[in-house]
């Protein structure tokens, strides 16, 4: 957590130190005219969004049920850029948490965004009060644990993006301890239910954490006329030290504009190596795969 506070605090120096010399190189600019309004050097956009499932690279975080979120995004004229979200998740996918996700992603965008555009940033996630309390992280020949650990979810990234016009790819390197809770103790339970030699296996590697998982993400926004446009999204996940939780996600729909709501309909889920740790089980005994390609419907609202 410490060391997260610190690249996220390190990526917020930068950016200040780019908005300062920027507008210290930039020339005075003239006053304005009484008449003539002053035009602002940042903007601001909120946006609301309510969905039938909400996903995240094609995995659902709130067990195949409705969920909403709130972003709002910050831009500078110096490129210095700023992103707060909060979305809806279930405790089925997040034990104990307060079904909500906060992120907070600071950073720097340049270029052209109608052709070569590029941008560096840091990004943290939390998940309030989630967190697997003491699961074993091995057993031994008795089939008695070898040891315990408490998991929560909180996850720290660094991000590179590179893009053209409407296409845009994005890396993204996992630098907290685990990905999203994934190590040993919440990873090899998983197979317990369906496969106990590769759940034995999972577990006789020892404690294992997902430190340098990597993610890669291409998007497509292509207007097709002044109200619709067309999404399309493609990415992978390489999960540190658990094979089993590599994926190919893909997204793909339409997004059209009118009476000032954004009214959005995709089909959207993911390809994965092994299903066990893809599948969430609710307290009444229902298991559901999370990576189930599904048709999502949205309406949102820009402010």
Known sequence: MQNTLHLLALAALAGASALAQAQAQMPAAPTPADDEPEIASYSISTTLKFSSDRKTRGISDSFGRPGAELTVELAHESGLIGQFQV???????YPDSNRLNPMLAVGWRGGDPRALHYGVAAAREWFPRARVVGAPTGFDENFDPTGV????????YLVGELGWGYLTARYLHVVSRDFRGANSSTICPSYLASDMAAAMDCYGQGMRHSRGTQLLDLDLAYPINGSTKLIGHL?????????GMDTVDYRLGLEHTRWGFIFGAEAAGATVRDSAPFVAVDAGGTARRMDKTRLI???AKRF
Do not use: C
């Open 297 to 299: 419907l949205s309406i």
């Open 149 to 156: 650990a408490n998991t929560g979810f909180h996850t720290s």
């Open 235 to 243: 990415g992978w996940q390489k999960v540190r030290n658990f094979r």
């Open 87 to 93: 979305g809806s998740i279930s405790r089925v996918n």
